[in-house]
Structures are given as C-alpha cells and as structure tokens.
Nanobody
Framework: QVQLVESGGGLVQPGGSLRLSCAAS????????MAWYRQAPGKQREWVTTITSGGSTNYADSVKGRFTITRDNTKNTVYLQMNSLKPEGTAVYYC??????????????????WGQGTQVADSS
C-alpha cells in the first residue's frame, strides 16, 4: 500500500525558515511528479509548487524566490525549504504525488496520492 508521510511542520516566526519532508513508501514503479499544496483556515486548498520526474520545478507566484522544492529519488522523498515565511503562510501543508504503481497483473497504473498534512503555524 502506497503512503505519503510528511514531517517537519511546526511553529515559526515571520521571516523564519522551515523545511518540510514527504516520503513515499510502498510498491512504486516510478514517481512522475511530486507537489506541495497548502490550506489555510477557512480557505480552499491551494497549489504551492511541483517538481517533475525530470527535476523541473514550478512555483506559485506567492512563494517564488522564498520556497524551494527538491527531491531525493533514492529515498522517494521530496523536500520543501521555506524561507522568509509570512503570516499568510500559516496553513496545513499537504504532499501530493503522481505515481506509477502496480495494478492488475502487475501492469503499471498512474494514481494520485495525498499525505495526511503537516501544520505550519505562526509562533508570534
């Protein structure tokens, strides 16, 4: 069974930094892309950043220049380095992955998975 497990959330002061991690486990043929989303209180979940299997990255305008997504293919793990955090960055951050996994008769099937979320909160 495939799981995404996030870690690294916590309290941070405005202007501070935090690093989130998301590890994919289970039987996986390949990772097509991994991304981070966030959901602030009372708001809809919004996309933050994506990294493709080839290493290409895209960022929401609100985090460009401050957040960096990277991945370690040997560990099936994606990281989100968040610098110069703003109060509006307080949210639950969710990891998202599009994975190729075994389906019937071992054939690959592409599925989307979500982590359970990790809270990033303003400590001020």
């Amino acid at each position: 069974q495939v799981q995404l497990v996030e870690s690294g959330g916590g309290l941070v002061q405005p202007g501070g930094s935090l690093r989130l991690s998301c590890a994919a486990s289970g039987t996986i043929f390949s990772i097509n892309s991994m991304a981070w989303y966030r959901q602030a209180p009372g708001k809809q979940r919004e996309w933050v950043t994506t990294i493709t299997s080839g290493g290409s990255t895209n960022y929401a305008d609100s985090v460009k220049g401050r957040f960096t997504i990277t991945r370690d293919n040997t560990k099936n793990t994606v990281y989100l380095q968040m610098n110069s955090l703003k109060p509006e960055g307080t949210a639950v951050y969710y990891c998202n992955a599009v994975l190729s996994v075994p389906a019937a008769w071992g054939r690959p099937r592409e599925d989307t998975y979500w982590g359970q979320g990790t809270q990033v909160a303003d400590s001020s």
